[in-house]
Every structure is written in C-alpha cells, then in structure tokens.
C-alpha cells in the first residue's frame, strides 16, 4: 500500500492508499480541496480539524442534493414507465388517432376536369353576385 501526499486548503497530508486506488484519492483529494480553497478565500483563518470539517460537509451537502435530484429523477422515470406501459395496454381501437397527413395540393395532381369544373363554378358563383349587386 503506497503512501500518496495530498494537499488540501494548502496544506499538505500523507495518505496511506490501496493499490490501483491512487485515482480515485486524486479526485477525491482535488474536490475536496475545492471546498477548502473556498473557505480559505473567504478571510477566515481555520484550524486545520476545522478546515477539513467544514469542507467535508461542503462535500456531504453537496452528495446529498445530488442524492436526492438522482431519486426524483428515478421518480419521474417510474411514473413514464408506468404510463408508457398504461398506454402500450390500450386496445388498438382506443389507441389516438394519427395527426392527419398535410399536403400541399399542386395542380398537377387535381384532374384537368375537376379544375375546369371549378372554375366553371367560381364563374358562374360570380355571375350570380354581379346580379344580385345590381338588383
């Protein structure tokens, strides 16, 4: 087991790690330094004990948000599972309709007739109004 020093709000410790554990005390080390540069940065002069308890809590409320942002999270992933399951269950016939299918109607894909036709109508329709105008 390899001794690694660590520093934390400026000071430095000799930690004793379990092999292939060095990492992982880099990290934990480097966040909980961040903590204690903060309380540094902040005027007060800490004891050392003082220091490391502080920023230790720091950490431990920050876990513990996280903690709990993790379990409404699991909540709310529960609950969609339930629905999506609830909805799955659905016989077809209740299942929603589709959204109907918009398309931009292009002259080419109306008969020739059909257009004609309304056209035919459209003037007529318009004959008729002029005459009621003028009655």
């Not at 410790?13 to 940065?41: I, K, P, S, W």
């Amino acid at each position: 087991m390899p001794d690694v020093t660590i520093e934390i709000g400026g000071r430095s410790f000799l930690v004793n790690v379990a092999d292939g554990e060095e990492q992982f005390l880099a990290t934990a080390a480097q966040m909980l330094d961040r903590e204690a540069q903060q309380l540094n940065a902040g005027g007060q002069r800490l004891t050392q004990d003082r220091m490391l308890l502080m920023a230790g809590l720091m950490l431990a409320d920050k876990a513990l948000s996280a903690d709990e942002e993790l379990r409404a999270l699991d909540r709310r992933i529960a609950s969609q599972t339930r629905e999506i399951e609830r909805l799955r269950a659905l016989p077809a016939h209740n299942a929603p309709a589709p959204a109907p299918e918009l398309r931009e109607v292009v002259r080419d894909t109306v008969p020739e007739g059909a257009v004609r036709r309304a056209q035919e109508l459209a003037a007529k329709a318009e004959t008729l109004a002029g005459e009621m105008r003028d009655a």
